[in-house]
């Protein structure tokens, strides 16, 4: 996990967001390969290890994803270095195409398909929320499953900087209290958080 991702994190508790205090055991670069974080709130501690943070529970798997990595940052609206851009699912796998698109932007694969590991330009996550605090990313593309749940969506939503965009890929559009929708074809669609929400 790439350390000033660390920075970002949220307990996965559901207590008030708070962050967590990280205790590096191993670092290799400005990756953190093993190590744990705690949180100051609720006092639980969770492992990184080979780099990746596993908050457990039971992620639902991953169903193959049709986007492109160009079409992806265009309708995520990516340009410009600096920032972090969530991928959950299966675009994670494309993930180094879109990261020579896009060189400067840091990325974040959350429940990814086997294979896809925690390496420079990519952080790994596991589990069954985004444990990132809120309006911190510069966006997060929903591959199915996650974009048909509503947990998903609204986690999606909540992470989003104000004004940047959710991409999700899958059968059915957001509720529109969580999403407005920018558009939608061909089983994906775009949107921005609910005005509520920012
Ligand atoms: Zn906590």
Redesign the pocket.
Known sequence: MFIELTDHLR???S?EE?FLVLLPDRMEGRSVRTGHLG??????AFELADGVLDLGGRPPGAAPSALEPDALAALAGLSGPGGYFVLVGAPAARWRELSELQPGVSLVAVNPVSGVGDEPGLSVIRGEMLPLKSKTMRGVVLGRPYSDDRHWVEEAARVVLPGLRVVGEGAAEPDPAVVELMASAGGVWVGSPHRSLR
């Open positions: 307990c996965p508790a207590h708070s949180c100051p709130v609720c006092g639980r």
